[in-house]
C-alpha cells in the first residue's frame, strides 16, 4: 500500500467537499487488495459493523501484516484507513496507537453514523487483542 | 403490481403541510439541509401534543399511580387509564381489561410465550410463524421451543414477497396450536390476508397472534372483526413515546394465563404464605408503570384520531404508488418489494453500492431511511441478500420527500460508477 495516513490526511485537507471526500474513501477502498474469498468466514467476521467485515493477519519479520474486506464500499475504504494505521508494525507499536486521534484529525467522526463508528472501534479492538496475543500479553480490555 | 393496492384517493380534506407543523422536528437542519425522515417504520417522529402531554405529566401532574389516596396520584392514575380506554377503542377491544401496557410489541411477544405458552404448550405442538416475521416473534418461540420441545414451522412467501395463504392453510392441523404472524411485514411492507389467516386457524383450534407494530399506524385494526386472539403494538411506532406498548388479548385467555412478572401492583394481598393476584388489566403489570409513556400514548392516540385513518391511508397509500412510480426510474435498483398488497414500506438494493453505502450517502442531504436486515434475516435469506435499503412512510411525509430520496439514489449511482 503506497498510501500513507499522514497523505490521507493532507488529502482530506484539501478536499472541502462532502461527496469527494467520500469518493476517495472509495477509491481507498477499491485500493485494497484482493481479500481471498475462503477467507471471508465466521471467524474472521468483525461484528459491531452495520456490514459485514472481515480481517486476516500474519506475522511476518516480527510485524503484524493485516489484510482486511467489507462488502460495503464506503466501509472497504475505512477499513483501508484502518489498515493504514495499524499494518505492518511490530505487536507493541500497535498497542501503542491511538487510532481515534488519527480518525478526528480526518473530521470523520462527524460523517460516520455512531454505529458505523463503533464498527470501526470494534475492529481496532480486535487489531489490539491480536496484537497483544502475538506480545504474549493478555488484551486490555 | 399494486393492482389489488387500494386506488390513492386525493385526501382532499388532509393538509401536510400544515400536519407537518405539528412536528417540531421538522423545523431543524440536518447538515444544513431539510430533513427527509423516511425511517418512520422503525420509529415515528412525535408531534408537540405528544409532547405536551408527557410534559404536562411531568409538570403538572406527577405522582405514582394506583396507589396514592392524594389528588395527584388520582389524576395520574385516571389520565393513565383513560390512555388504556382510548386504545381500547382505538382498536375496538371488548373491555380495558384487555389492554395490557408492556414496554412495546417484543415484551408483548415475550409475555405471551412466557405466560400462555408455558402454560398450554406441550412437546410436539406446533407454532407456525411466517418467513417474514421480525426477529422479535421468532426468538421467544425458539426460546420456548428449547424449552418445551414444541415445534416451529413456517409458512412460505413467494418471490414477490407475497403471503402464500394456501400453503399455510396446508400447514393448519390439530397440532398446530399457534400461528403467530405479522399484519404488516416490516421488512417488506406486504399486507398479509390476516382476516383469512385467523379464520383458517381458528378452524383448526389453533390461537393467533398478530405482529400490528407496522399495521396500527397506517390502518384502522378492529378487534371484533379480525377476532385475533393476541395483538401486539408499539407506541412509538404510532407517534407515540418510546418504552410503551399493548398486548391486546382476549379477556378469557388472559384470565386463564398466569403472571408474568411478580411484584407490585400486580398483587391483591402478599404474605408469606400467599399471594393473591390482581384482577386484569393489573395481573401483568408488575412495578411502577411507564406513568408518562402511557399518557404520551394516549395523546398520541387522539393525534391519529383527529387526523382519521379514512384521511391516513390514502394520503401514504398515495405516497408509495407515488413512489413506487418514482424509485424505478433510478438504474440498476433491484425492488424487492413487490407484493400485490402492500403499505407504506418499500425495500430495495442497487446493483453498485451496498445499502449501508446508500443510507450513508442518503444521510449527507439530510435523507433518513434504514439500512441492514431489519431484524428479520430469514427473509433476508430468502431472497438471498445481507441486507436493504427500506423507506418507510410516516403521516407528515409529501411527494417532495419522495423526490429528494429518488435525487439521492441518482445520487448514489453517480458516486459508484
Known amino acids: 500500500m503506497s498510501e500513507t495516513i499522514d497523505d490521507v490526511i493532507e488529502t482530506f485537507d484539501f478536499l472541502e ?125 | 403490481m399494486t393492482s389489488q393496492m387500494p386506488k390513492a384517493v386525493p385526501a382532499t380534506n388532509y393538509n401536510v403541510e400544515e400536519i407537518r407543523k405539528d412536528f417540531p422536528i421538522f423545523s431543524q437542519k440536518i447538515y444544513g439541509k431539510p430533513l427527509t425522515f423516511l425511517d418512520s417504520g422503525a420509529s415515528a417522529q412525535k408531534p408537540r401534543q405528544v409532547l405536551k402531554a408527557i410534559q404536562k405529566c411531568y409538570a403538572e401532574e406527577y405522582a405514582n399511580i394506583h396507589r396514592g389516596v392524594y389528588y395527584l396520584s388520582q389524576v395520574g392514575t385516571q389520565k393513565y387509564e383513560d390512555s388504556r ?13 384487555e389492554i395490557i401496557f408492556v414496554r412495546g410489541a417484543t415484551e408483548a411477544i415475550n409475555l405471551v410465550a412466557q405466560s400462555w405458552g408455558r402454560k398450554f404448550l406441550t412437546k410436539g405442538d406446533e407454532v407456525v410463524l411466517s418467513r417474514m416475521e421480525h426477529h422479535s416473534n421468532i426468538v421467544p418461540w425458539q426460546m420456548l421451543r428449547d424449552e418445551k420441545n414444541i415445534v416451529i414451522t413456517v409458512a412460505p412467501i413467494d418471490d414477490k414477497a407475497n403471503f402464500l395463504f394456501d400453503e399455510f392453510e396446508a400447514m393448519l392441523s390439530e397440532k398446530v396450536k399457534l400461528v403467530a404472524i405479522t ?59 418510546t418504552g410503551v406498548g399493548v398486548l ?17 401492583d400486580m398483587i391483591r394481598s402478599v404474605t408469606f404464605e400467599k399471594t393473591v393476584y390482581n384482577d386484569l388489566p393489573h395481573k401483568f403489570e408488575a412495578g411502577t408503570p411507564h406513568i408518562a409513556g402511557g399518557i404520551g400514548f394516549g395523546a398520541a392516540i387522539d393525534y391519529v384520531e383527529s387526523l382519521g385513518f379514512e384521511n391516513i391511508g390514502p394520503h401514504e397509500d398515495g405516497l408509495l404508488e407515488y413512489a413506487l412510480d418514482k ?88 458516486i459508484f460508477s
Open chain 1, 17 to 141: 467537499d462532502w461527496e469527494d471526500r467520500y469518493k476517495y474513501i472509495i477509491e481507498l477502498g477499491r485500493a485494497l487488495p484482493p481479500f481471498d474469498e475462503k477467507d471471508m468466514t465466521e471467524e474472521n467476521r468483525v461484528h459491531g459493523c452495520t456490514s459485514r467485515v472481515w480481517l486476516i493477519h500474519e506475522l511476518v519479520d516480527g510485524k503484524v501484516i493485516f489484510k482486511g474486506e467489507s462488502d460495503a464500499h464506503i466501509v472497504r475504504g475505512l477499513v483501508s484507513l484502518i489498515l493504514m494505521i495499524f499494518s505492518g508494525k511490530t505487536p507493541a507499536e500497535i498497542l501503542t496507537i491511538d487510532a481515534r486521534d488519527t480518525l478526528d484529525k480526518l473530521g470523520l467522526e462527524k460523517h460516520l453514523s455512531p454505529m458505523r463508528t463503533n464498527g470501526l472501534f470494534s475492529m481496532v479492538a480486535k487489531i489490539k487483542s491480536i496484537a497483544s496475543a502475538y506480545a504474549g500479553i493478555p488484551a486490555a480490555e
Open chain 2, 183 to 241: 399484519h404488516i411485514s416490516n421488512a417488506l411492507g406486504t399486507i398479509t390476508p390476516i382476516k383469512e389467516i385467523i379464520r383458517a386457524a381458528h378452524k383448526v383450534g389453533a390461537k393467533v397472534l398478530v405482529d400490528g407494530c407496522q399495521a396500527v399506524p397506517h390502518m384502522r385494526v378492529d378487534m371484533q372483526e379480525l377476532d385475533a386472539d393476541f395483538y401486539v403494538f408499539s407506541g412509538h411506532k404510532l407517534y407515540g413515546p
Open chain 2, 248 to 264: 391486546y388479548a382476549k379477556e378469557e385467555l388472559l384470565n386463564a394465563m398466569p403472571p408474568y412478572q411478580g411484584g407490585g
Open chain 2, 85 to 97: 380506554v382510548k386504545i381500547q377503542k382505538f382498536i375496538n377491544a371488548a373491555s380495558p381489561n
Open chain 2, 327 to 414: 424509485i424505478q426510474t433510478v438504474k440498476g435498483l433491484r425492488l424487492i418489494s413487490r407484493a400485490d398488497s402492500m403499505a407504506g414500506i418499500l425495500s430495495f438494493t442497487m446493483d453498485l453500492a451496498h445499502p449501508h453505502d446508500i443510507g450513508t450517502i442518503l444521510d449527507q442531504d439530510g435523507i433518513a431511511i434504514r439500512t441492514g436486515h431489519h431484524c428479520a434475516q430469514p427473509v433476508m435469506d430468502f431472497f438471498d441478500i445481507p441486507s436493504t435499503a427500506r423507506m418507510s412512510l410516516g403521516l407528515y411525509n409529501t411527494e417532495e420527500d419522495i423526490d429528494r430520496l429518488v435525487a439521492g439514489l441518482h445520487k448514489v449511482n453517480r
